[in-house]
């Protein structure tokens, strides 16, 4: 059985700094695409970043690009978000997403990590 798990979340002034870590355990996870996304309540789960499989490319949505740094460890099984400059706006749940090689949707899910940014 895969699992997806999330840590790093916290509370965070406007300017500073978290990462995000996200290991996936139960699979060889060199194949996969990681992917984070966040979620504000009463609104769509919105994508934030994606890396390819075996170190590829990185892919950023418009409202994070410069800020937020994706980055992956095959030998952890593991994908970080280095978020810097954090804004009042980027305050939602972020959640983690595995995509098996092959599939065209993300297949796993992590429980999500809270992130706060108090202005």
């Known amino acids: 059985q895969v699992q997806v798990a999330e840590s790093g979340g916290g509370l965070v002034q406007a300017g500073g700094s978290l990462r995000l870590s996200c290991q996936a355990a139960?699979?060889?996870?060199?194949?996969?695409?990681g992917g984070w996304h966040r979620q504000v309540p009463g609104k769509e789960r919105e994508y934030v970043s994606a890396i390819s499989r075996y170190r590829g490319s990185v892919y950023y949505a418009e409202s994070v690009k410069g800020r937020l740094t994706i980055s992956r460890d095959d030998a952890r099984n593991t994908v970080y978000l280095q978020m810097s400059s954090l804004k009042p706006g980027d305050t939602a749940v972020y959640y983690c997403?595995?995509?098996?090689?092959?599939?065209?949707?993300?297949?796993?899910w992590g429980q999500g990590t809270q992130v706060t940014v108090s202005s």
């Open positions: 997403a595995v995509q098996r090689q092959g599939s065209n949707t993300w297949d796993y």
């Open positions: 139960g699979r060889t996870f060199a194949s996969d695409v």
